[in-house]
């Protein structure tokens, strides 16, 4: 009798973990278009956290984020960078500083995150950043995580290439002529999902964090991507892993198949003017650069 009621109490305990990463959105939120080629979408998501511990999911979605999320075709639309060349005040009673960056572009400005890591306070970007109108930085050295991955478009197709690939085509920088070639690239880390594989484990960093990403779905949108930029708590945010997961699953809404993670924590930054959505995890945290998306003239 004895050893049945171990055996009993051993399932239970087993059966409260999961095989795999749960998730569900509590509400339906469908994508809305808030400019020609441009969607977005806000929800909230429920998900199963992992627990390190045990190397095993739980079965209960007893954690939650926030989800905003902007939906890109590249051929109406363009992605640019901008970094202020002179440093900008910010008042974190009222302001963001996301949103002082836009207004110094002086550009018409569909929506942005934050993009690149960067060095603080100088806020000078880590590894490469290139658009269609400005090399923005072209070191790849300087971005020393051997995790570091650039996703890019070259000759209107889209990839996604670790540091050290890179380093030997180009060397540790890719001279202008070379990065010419380029109609978009941006470096980061650690690379979260190529080609529908996960590529993290669960030895990465175990912080939960808001967190940032840039990707590409199904039918090759780019998807920028945020989970709890408005602040920063014990109860917010996930572990890389657990974003991994998340950025994955298509029940999670917001399934991708390449996706490189971009600066997150406290730089979690997005604006959506039309939605008058205006979050930043660290309100006027000094942001190496921000990411923007603009109508394509």
Avoid at 38 to 66: G, H, I, M, Q
Wanted: glycine letters at 6%; one cysteine or more.
């Amino acid at each position: 009798m004895k050893r049945v009621i171990w055996v009993f109490i051993f399932i239970l305990s087993f059966n409260s973990f999961g095989d795999e990463f749960e998730c569900s959105p509590k509400e339906i939120s469908p994508w809305k278009e808030i400019s020609p080629g441009v969607t977005f979408s806000k929800f909230d998501v429920a998900f199963s956290p992992y627990l390190k511990e045990k190397a095993r999911w739980s079965t209960e979605k007893n954690r939650s984020v926030t989800v905003r999320a902007l939906k890109i075709d590249l051929k109406q639309n363009k992605l640019l960078f901008h970094r202020s060349e002179v440093p900008i005040k910010c008042d974190p009673s009222s302001q963001r500083y996301i949103d002082l960056l836009m207004k110094d572009s002086n550009a018409e400005i569909i929506a942005a995150i934050n993009a690149s890591f960067f060095v603080m306070p100088s806020g000078g970007i880590q590894g490469i950043a290139i658009d269609e109108k400005k090399i923005w930085s072209n070191n790849l050295i300087n971005q020393e995580k051997i995790s570091s991955g650039i996703l890019g478009i070259k000759d209107d197709s889209f990839f996604l290439e670790t540091k050290d690939e890179f380093i030997q085509k180009y060397g540790p920088q890719i001279d202008f002529e070379e990065a010419r070639e380029y109609q978009f690239a941006i470096q980061a880390y650690p690379i979260l999902l190529k080609n529908n594989a996960i590529k993290v484990d669960d030895s990465v960093m175990n912080q939960k964090r808001s967190r940032t990403s840039i990707g590409l779905d199904e039918n090759d949108q780019v998807i920028l991507l945020t989970i709890d930029a408005r602040a920063e708590t014990a109860k917010t945010g996930m572990t890389l892993f657990e974003y991994a997961h998340f950025v994955k699953k298509p029940a999670c809404g917001v399934s991708q198949k390449l996706v490189l993670n971009l600066d997150g924590g406290g730089s979690s930054a997005i604006s959506v003017p039309s939605e008058k959505i205006l979050e930043q995890a660290d309100r006027c945290r000094n942001l190496g650069n921000i990411l923007t998306v603009q109508k394509r003239k």
